[in-house]
């Protein structure tokens, strides 16, 4: 089922969305084979600790994050990944490695990849590894807000 905050804020913002169930994956490269969606279109978490505190990073699930290069575009000093046990900690609701890019409903800042804004709709995780939203990228933005970069390259 869809983590209670995500559902809740949703449905509340009366924002048109589809849950898609698959077979359960734990990577993203996985998961958009599953959906038979391009990995450009299937937004993928990346959870950073950060002298600020923790943020969000979104990017396409065919894209891998330069975290020194994000860090000097972000102009943070520091920025290492977070562990699973921060990950439980920060989003009691989700199963860990699979947060919803909706980092404004647990007290973190979002950053997206600019990469992620080329098409209509976006697809991520439901906050389990068996379900996605599916909504439209513009909706996302209005409820998030995100900063953007540009720190991320092609996946090997």
Not at 62 to 89: N, Y
Not at 149 to 155: Q, Y
Request: hydrophobic content about 45%.
């Amino acid at each position: 089922m869809v983590c209670d905050k995500l559902k809740k804020y949703l449905d509340v913002e009366g924002v048109k969305y589809e849950v898609v169930r698959h077979s359960e994956t734990f990577t993203a490269q996985e998961l958009a084979a599953a959906l038979h969606v391009r990995g450009r279109m299937l937004v993928k978490v990346v959870v950073l600790k950060t002298e600020q505190g923790y943020i969000m990073a979104a990017l396409p699930a065919d894209r891998r994050v330069d975290i020194a290069a994000l860090r000097s575009e972000l102009g943070m000093k520091l920025a290492a990944l977070a562990s699973e046990d921060e990950f439980k900690r920060l989003f009691q609701d989700c199963e860990p490695g699979a947060m919803p890019p909706f980092g404004n409903l647990y007290g973190l800042k979002v950053y997206v990849d600019k990469s992620l804004t080329l098409d209509t709709d976006i697809y991520f995780p439901a906050g389990n590894h068996y379900e996605v939203v599916k909504m439209n990228y513009a909706d996302f933005e209005r409820l998030v807000k995100p900063g953007y970069f540009e720190a991320s390259r092609k996946a090997a």
